[in-house]
């Protein structure tokens, strides 16, 4: 007998007939004896219709508010889930973030974990009841509902894992694994058997939306063992591992793309000490997240060209962060441009093989696509390029790298 945790993802509950279907993979552990809790999102399309209230209703709103609104789909998964597993016979009560309770820090809208009282949970389980956790809500130091970032039923799934001590953490979701790459843009992507927590991070913060990032930041720091797979279907998932339980390291291992990316241009900057602490000194006190960074430096008129990137969310608060605090180093032009994509290559190999960054260029080069920025690390590579080439740059280098399916 194990204690499991289990996450039901937006897809997975997007309307009653799978819920019930959800039930009963619940049921079908619950009856092998297992003590069962369940983390669930809201039903699919339901949080971003709450956002978009909100967004309806001011143009900037109170984020403790915002909480309260788009938390709300989450409470109504949770109770449908514990009557639809009463319908089969098995004990289960619903419980909210607050409830449970599920604690955070109060940065509303993207709030961290930072404890989970299981005590009561835990009497309940050893008393054969399952527990439905609404996913992605907590409760702030002073009593208010929190949420914890979109995606956030992932990172509530592994902390409550974590804190439960369960063997192993399922999330279930609409497609049976991590794949070599988003199956929905590369038809040859092939399902990975098991994937390091580290290339699943960087898969994750790179755009891979299967699991939130957080999620594996927590499960690879308490040693949670996840495995993704299917609501739909009963293949094997992909489990997330250390690295010495791989034997075969390839060199890459996915890729991923992220459009949430936007580009910020500063012409003919004067070249001297302490430029770059002027214009991203500013920018780091507005709490605007810059990733990747370029500079080109002119001999000649003693002035660099600056290229940077921060998320397209923030990229109309990041201009004017600039105009207003950075009019004093007399750059000559500020440009901007949305229209752009971040492709990365990932792998652990990477750290002993020569030679990966240049096959990526040589790949994008035989597209002819205009590498803008490129940014790498121990273990991923990724580039700036024009979103149009989306599709044809991941394809291209899936293929180069030798990732596709027979
Ligand atoms: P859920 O609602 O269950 O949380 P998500 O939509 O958040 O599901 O995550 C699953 C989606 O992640 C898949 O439908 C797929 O399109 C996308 N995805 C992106 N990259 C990958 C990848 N490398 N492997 C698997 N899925 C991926
Ligand atoms: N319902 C939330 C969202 O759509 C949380 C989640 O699904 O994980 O972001
Ligand atoms: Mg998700």
């Known amino acids: 007998m194990a204690r499991i945790v289990m996450k039901f993802g937006g897809t997975s509950v997007a309307d009653v007939t799978r819920v019930r279907n959800a039930a009963e993979r619940v049921r079908a552990e619950a009856a092998a004896g297992h003590q069962v809790?369940?983390?669930?999102?809201?039903?699919?399309?339901?949080?971003?219709?709450?956002?978009?209230?909100?967004?309806?209703?001011?143009?900037?709103?109170?984020?403790?508010e915002y909480d309260v609104v788009v938390s709300a789909g989450e409470q109504v998964t949770a109770g449908l889930m514990a009557i639809a597993l009463q319908e089969t016979g098995v004990a289960a009560r619903s419980w909210l973030g607050w409830q449970v309770p599920v604690h955070t820090n109060d940065a509303h809208g993207s709030a961290r974990i930072e404890s989970i009282g299981v005590e009561q949970i835990i009497q309940r389980m050893e008393d054969g009841q399952v527990a439905i956790v609404a996913g992605f809500q907590g409760v702030s130091p002073d009593g208010r509902i929190t949420t914890l970032g979109r995606g956030g039923t992932d990172t509530s799934a592994v902390a409550l894992a974590a804190a439960l001590g369960a063997e192993r953490c399922d999330i279930y979701t609409d497609v049976d694994g991590v794949y070599t790459s988003d199956p929905r843009?590369?038809?040859?992507?092939?399902?990975?058997?098991?994937?390091?927590?580290?290339?699943?991070?960087?898969?994750?913060s790179l755009g891979a939306k299967v699991l939130q990032t957080r999620s594996v930041e927590l499960a690879m720091k308490h040693g949670v063992r996840v495995q993704v797979l299917s609501s739909f279907e009963n293949s094997p998932g992909t489990l997330v591992v250390d690295e010495d339980e791989i034997v075969e390291k390839a060199i890459v291992s996915g890729i991923a793309y992220s459009r949430d990316e936007?580009?910020?241009?500063?012409?003919?900057?004067?070249?001297?000490?302490?430029?770059?602490?002027?214009?991203?000194?500013?920018?780091?006190?507005?709490?605007?997240?810059?990733?990747?960074?370029?500079?080109?430096?002119?001999?000649?008129?003693?002035?660099?060209?600056?290229?940077?990137?921060?998320?397209?969310?923030?990229?109309?608060?990041?201009?004017?962060?600039?105009?207003?605090?950075c009019a004093h180093l007399d750059y000559e032009e500020l440009s901007?441009?949305?229209?752009?994509?971040?492709?990365?290559?990932?792998?652990?190999?990477?750290?002993?093989?020569?030679?990966?960054?240049?096959?990526?260029?040589t790949a994008l080069a035989g597209k002819g696509i205009n590498i803008q920025v490129i940014s790498t690390s121990e273990i991923k590579i990724s580039v700036l390029v024009a979103e149009e080439y989306t599709e044809l740059a991941v394809r291209a280098l899936h293929s180069a790298y030798g990732l596709d399916a027979d």
């Open 37 to 64: 809790a369940v983390a669930v999102s809201a039903m699919a399309g339901v949080t971003n219709q709450l956002v978009d209230y909100v967004d309806q209703a001011a143009k900037i709103s109170d984020l403790r």
């Open 185 to 204: 843009i590369v038809a040859k992507a092939r399902k990975l058997d098991r994937v390091t927590y580290e290339e699943m991070l960087e898969l994750a």
């Open 262 to 325: 936007a580009k910020i241009t500063l012409r003919q900057v004067p070249d001297r000490p302490g430029v770059a602490a002027a214009i991203f000194g500013p920018l780091a006190q507005a709490h605007i997240n810059v990733d990747m960074i370029v500079q080109n430096v002119s001999t000649e008129r003693e002035s660099t060209d600056l290229t940077f990137t921060v998320g397209k969310a923030e990229f109309d608060r990041a201009v004017k962060v600039i105009e207003k605090n």
């Open 336 to 361: 901007g441009d949305r229209n752009v994509v971040k492709i990365s290559v990932i792998g652990v190999g990477m750290r002993s093989h020569a030679g990966v960054a240049q096959q990526m260029f």
